[in-house]
């Protein structure tokens, strides 16, 4: 059973920058596309980055475009968001998720192709 760990969560103030990172334990993902969604509170779950299995695809929420990059490294079975010109509205749980239900070399911003998640780490970005 595949169990994913995040790190790197925290608090900075606006303009700084955090890197996500997400572990995978139990099976190999790196046959698997990867992503990043977040949820504030009172909000509905929303895509933020997403990595293609290959690795030469990724997308990404327009709000974060230029600002957060995804990438991954397939040897240590992790992936990582490097978050910088962090924003107050980027305040939320971040959750890092395995395409368990996505077969193709593709990025997906559907949470239902994501079929194994995190446990969510908490990012707060203060003005």
């Known amino acids: 059973q595949v169990q994913l760990v995040e790190s790197g969560g925290g608090s900075v103030q606006a303009g700084g920058s955090l890197r996500l990172s997400c572990a995978a334990s139990?099976?190999?993902?790196?046959?698997?596309?990867t992503g990043w969604f977040r949820q504030a509170p009172g909000q509905e779950r929303e895509f933020v980055a997403g990595?293609?299995?290959?690795?030469?695809?990724?997308q990404y929420t327009d709000s974060v475009k230029g600002r957060f990059t995804i990438s991954k490294d397939d040897a240590k079975n992790t992936w990582s968001l490097q978050m910088n010109s962090l924003k107050p509205e980027d305040t939320a749980v971040y959750y890092c998720?395995?395409?368990?239900?996505?077969?193709?070399?593709?990025?997906?911003?559907?949470?239902?192709?994501?079929?194994?998640w995190g446990q969510g780490t908490q990012v707060t970005v203060s003005s």
């Open positions: 998720a395995v395409a368990a239900y996505l077969y193709s070399d593709d990025v997906s911003r559907d949470a239902r192709s994501y079929g194994i």
């Open positions: 139990g099976r190999t993902v790196g046959s698997y596309g």
């Open positions: 990595i293609s299995r290959s690795g030469q695809r990724s």
